[in-house]
């Protein structure tokens, strides 16, 4: 009763609160946090999401627009040059959580302009390993900047990371990352120290988008996702990504079925019967 005594408060913000299933989470009066009632693991994870509440989770197991995807370079679109505008000033002492299946940064100082709407960041949080493919490439690490506008529509910008060949890390996630240790068990979190996003910007201004419109890729899955995933990976040392697998261990939903066809799980379950 606790729990749900918790939510009641909240149910103004249930738009925010499914921003990739992981922000604007209850937060418990003695400082910890709730942990997603999702995983990647046994009943928990991607194959039964749907079974964990079939009234709000249709969408796991229906939807035709699902992320992430393969993303074929050949096929995909590409977002013009200056037509996504990011930008987060620069921050101090920032919660960074332990949501048991998800680590996350919360931060709403920040914002995202695009051609077709105006967003403001909610969070950003991490997948081991990445959850996109490119040309069926995974990557270590993806991170996800989740921005949400007054209308309830949701975008994401994404960015994949490989391992640096010279031991050299992005300075944002150096900074991010250098107090996993002390969330290292979930429910649990920590402030981070100064974070600077000027080299991270710049990055995405620098180099191609790719986008399409896809889901959440965490319950409820809901589509009409505007998903910007940066071209050019992002470097991270190998201490860094051995450090995050520690703690995070595996949370990315499978490969979905290319946009517009029939989810993967229908497929199956036709193919049983």
Not at 6 to 13: D, H, S
Not at 30 to 57: A, M, R
């Amino acid at each position: 009763m606790k729990v749900a005594a918790a939510i009641l408060p909240l149910l103004t913000a249930v738009s925010a609160s499914c921003l990739h299933g992981t922000s604007l989470l209850p937060r418990s009066a003695d400082g910890t946090v709730d942990i997603n009632s999702f995983n990647y693991t046994n009943l928990g994870g991607p194959l039964n999401w749907y079974g964990l509440n079939k009234e709000k989770n249709s969408a796991c197991s229906t939807g035709k627009r699902q992320s992430p995807i393969n993303i074929v370079t050949e096929d995909i679109d590409y977002a013009a040059a200056n037509s996504v505008q990011f930008n987060i000033p620069n921050a101090d002492d920032i919660k960074f959580e332990n949501l048991g299946s998800g680590l996350e940064v919360v931060l709403t100082n920040g914002s995202l302009v695009t051609k077709a709407a105006s967003y403001k960041l909610a969070q950003f949080h991490f997948h081991t390993p990445s959850e996109h493919r490119i040309n069926d490439e995974y990557y270590p690490m993806e991170a996800h900047f989740v921005f949400e506008n007054t209308a309830g529509a949701i975008a994401v910008v994404a960015f994949v990371f490989e391992l640096s060949q010279f031991g050299y890390s992005t300075p944002l996630f150096d900074s991010v990352f250098a107090h996993i240790d002390d969330i290292a068990t979930p429910s649990i979190y920590t402030k981070t120290g100064h974070l600077d996003f000027t080299a991270l910007s710049r990055h995405l201004k620098t180099h191609g988008i790719y986008q399409y419109n896809g889901s959440l890729t965490t319950p409820p899955c809901s589509e009409s996702v505007a998903w910007y995933l940066s071209t050019e990976p992002l470097p991270l040392n190998v201490q860094r990504v051995n450090a995050v697998k520690h703690v995070l261990k595996f949370n990315a939903r499978y490969t979905q079925n290319a946009l517009g066809q029939d989810n993967l799980l229908e497929v199956a379950a036709a193919e049983l019967n």
